[in-house]
């Protein structure tokens, strides 16, 4: 669930520029990236904007996290912007210096490539996503993999402990924020998700993953360990 800092990680950005941010504020432009980042405080939304306006949320990062990682293997510049959505604090290495070290340091580069294999999950969990056509289970979906990978036990509740709006989910599943607090408020009529100061918290997640038609398998998301069926 929460991340953990690598301890390779931070010895490593220690060396580079600290930076802070404000909510709201543009981090780097994926067409000119100003370096590597490592997360040491915060959260940070990845999206792009379409020809109408609308904005696509990609991946939200969080403490521990570096990006972006595409760009620093591969220099392939993406159209997109990385945003803080909270206070943020980050520390920042040159590409070259960060390509350098990965190939010399088999720790660091090891760590690397979890980095990018859980990224790519990450895009692959809502590449599934998206293909539900029907709302509710699109959005029953999208808050079961916000538990795994923001999420605290609570017995049988998870908080997700990120700052989850109704307009952030919608952006993420290519909804509209109404349709989305349509959703959330039959969920909460039904107690199965409620609020926590400005958390969401699913009160009971084997019961929550009924809201499928099919079985589902929470350990896909670090929920459970056996496989749940309806």
């Not at 792009?48 to 220099?75: M, R, T």
């Not at 895009?123 to 539900?132: F, G, I, K, V």
């Not at 993999?145 to 998870?158: N, Y």
Request: glycine share 6%; hydrophobic share 40%; net charge neutral.
């Amino acid at each position: 669930m929460k991340n953990t800092f690598s301890q390779q990680l931070v010895n490593f950005f220690a060396s580079g520029d600290e930076e802070s941010f404000v909510n709201g504020e543009i981090i780097t432009h994926g067409d000119y990236p100003s370096g590597v980042f490592l997360i040491t405080s915060g959260f940070v939304k990845v999206y792009s904007i379409s020809d109408k306006g609308d904005k696509c949320i990609h991946i939200v990062y969080q403490s521990g996290e570096v990006f972006p990682l595409i760009w620093a293997f591969n220099g392939i510049r993406r159209r997109v912007f990385y945003e803080a959505i909270t206070n943020v604090t980050v520390q920042r290495v040159a590409r070259d210096k960060f390509l350098k070290s990965v190939e010399t340091n088999l720790e660091l580069s090891r760590k690397m490539l979890s980095e990018l294999s859980k990224q790519f999950m990450i895009y692959a969990d809502r590449l599934d996503n998206l293909e539900s056509k029907d709302a509710h289970e699109r959005i029953t979906h999208r808050l079961l993999f916000l538990a795994g990978r923001f999420g605290v036990k609570q017995g049988s509740a998870v908080i997700i402990k990120a700052p989850i709006t109704h307009e952030l989910i919608a952006e993420s599943i290519n909804l509209s924020r109404e349709t989305v607090s349509r959703e959330m408020e039959k969920l909460e009529g039904k107690k199965l998700i409620s609020k926590t100061g400005k958390y969401i918290v699913i009160s009971d997640v084997a019961a929550f993953a009924d809201q499928f038609g099919d079985p589902v398998t929470l350990d896909l998301w670090g929920l459970d360990e056996t496989s749940i069926e309806k």
